[in-house]
């Protein structure tokens, strides 16, 4: 599969996603990257996937995970079984046991969540929050072909007037690279501490600026050179997603965050995205638990909730499946 071709429908298709880029598999180290495309009667390409590859040298066997796949109309069974169908082909090289997906579909397409299930596809849509591998509830702006004065009115009044009083009292957003990202580091482990979450490594957040080249983007706020919130921002098909976040709790009433989120939306909105996506949400749904703070925040930028239809299992080797899944497990543990 030449890459250059995958990479080039992948992110002009409205169905692409960063997770399906070929830069995603430079970041995820330790993972395989095995491409797949189908084609037209016209031999033009209608769908993709990456396959990311975990080998269990152990057991002889491997894991598969397509993250956010398949890249294209899922309602066309035709070609998501054509797509499976190369999949398999993989497995076989790698003695694959299982398949994991978490496509970007609604949870009430009934007709792609079908489609799956037909090709002999386990849903899990019972999973709930951390239980999935990729949270299953975003929230996203809509914000094609509109200004950017339009999208700041459409915020609530006391969003918009945080904003406001995060520049009057002299807060900068600013985009960088990885010249900053000493600064965006400290502030990511203390907001790991306060959390309580464990944080990836300076390395990963390099290896991810540098994969995604100019289309992945830390933003940091600053206060008199003094850090206050930091975030990483990627742009790919036409969506700007806002991966990775931290901030400091001793200069909140800065307000930082909510110009940071502007400062990124702006973005997006002049780089043409059609939409900004805040990713996770996860439990938005209960007042109660601990993240609902997270939801309270960003939907103060007056979004929509999105709910995808969570993971889809395919097993290849019942005999290995269990064990293999619980020496995975052991690994991350070790």
């Not at 330790?30 to 993709?48: F, L, M, Q, S, T």
């Not at 397509?66 to 054509?82: E, I, L, M």
């Not at 000493?182 to 790991?192: A, C, R, S, V, Y």
């Not at 299992?313 to 269990?322: E, L, W």
């Amino acid at each position: 599969m030449d890459i250059k071709e995958y990479e080039e429908f992948c992110k002009n298709s409205k169905y692409g996603n960063f997770m399906q880029s070929a830069d995603w598999a430079k970041v995820k180290k330790g993972w395989i990257p095995e491409y797949v495309a189908v084609r037209d009667e016209n031999g033009k390409i209608n769908g993709c996937t990456l396959v990311l590859v975990k080998k269990i040298p152990i057991l002889n066997t491997a894991m598969l995970y397509a993250p956010r796949g398949f890249v294209c109309d899922t309602h066309d069974s035709k070609t998501v079984r054509k797509i499976f169908e190369q999949i398999k082909l993989i497995a076989e090289k790698y003695h694959a046991y299982t398949l994991k997906t978490d496509p970007l579909i609604d949870e009430t397409d009934f007709i792609s969540i079908k489609n799956l299930i037909d090709l002999g596809f386990v849903y899990h849509g019972e999973k709930q929050g951390y239980d999935n591998t990729q949270c299953r509830e975003n929230y996203v702006l809509d914000i094609k072909d509109k200004s950017c004065d339009e999208v700041f009115a459409n915020f609530k009044s006391k969003w918009r007037y945080n904003i406001r009083l995060a520049m009057r009292k002299g807060v900068e957003c600013k985009f960088c690279g990885e010249d900053e990202l000493d600064d965006f580091m400290e502030l990511m482990k203390e907001t790991g501490r306060r959390d309580g979450f464990e944080i990836r490594s300076e390395e990963y957040f390099r290896n991810f600026l540098q994969a995604f080249h100019g289309n992945a983007k830390l933003c940091i706020a600053k206060l008199d050179e003094k850090v206050l919130s930091g975030a990483l921002l990627v742009n790919y098909a036409n969506v700007a997603s806002y991966v990775y976040g931290c901030s400091s709790n001793e200069y909140r009433k800065y307000m930082p965050n909510y110009l940071m989120q502007w400062t990124m939306i702006k973005y997006a909105i002049e780089s043409g995205c059609r939409t900004y996506d805040f990713c996770g949400i996860p439990y938005w749904y209960d007042e109660t638990h601990k993240n609902y703070g997270v939801y309270r925040f960003k939907q103060g930028f007056n979004g929509k909730v999105k709910t995808y239809a969570g993971e889809f299992d395919y097993v290849f080797r019942n005999g290995v499946n269990h064990i293999a899944d619980l020496a995975l497990k052991l690994k991350k543990l070790v």
